[in-house]
């Protein structure tokens, strides 16, 4: 059984930083692309950043300079560092894990940000 499992989610001021996490079991996580969406009230859900199996990363225009995603093949974890979050980065943010015609997802964790 596959289960994507987010931490670290919480409540920031405006400019801080947070670092959330994804545990992954139930797959061979080194052979899978990892990425973090997000989705905030009355929006579609939106790619943040993903990183390859390989270790090349992308990420939305909007966190450039901002967020760095990376991976723990060694644990099964893929993170996302957030820093100078800002208010529109608050959301609920969901792991996701791609290879082939394989895709799972978390059930996602909640980053409120305040002004």
């Known amino acids: 059984q596959v289960q994507l499992v987010e931490s670290g989610g919480g409540l920031v001021q405006a400019g801080g930083s947070l670092r959330i996490s994804c545990e992954a079991s139930?797959?061979?996580?080194?052979?899978?692309?990892m990425g973090w969406y997000r989705q905030a009230p009355g929006k579609q859900r939106e790619l943040v950043a993903g990183i390859t199996s390989e270790g090349t990363t992308n990420y939305a225009d909007s966190v450039k300079g901002r967020f760095t995603i990376s991976r723990d093949n060694a644990k099964n974890t893929v993170y996302l560092q957030m820093n100078s979050l800002k208010l529109e980065d608050a959301a609920v943010y969901y792991c996701?894990?791609?290879?082939?015609?394989?895709?799972?997802w978390g059930q996602g964790t909640q980053v409120t940000v305040s002004s």
């Open positions: 139930g797959i061979i996580f080194s052979m899978y692309a």
């Open positions: 996701n894990a791609r290879r082939v015609f394989s895709r799972y």
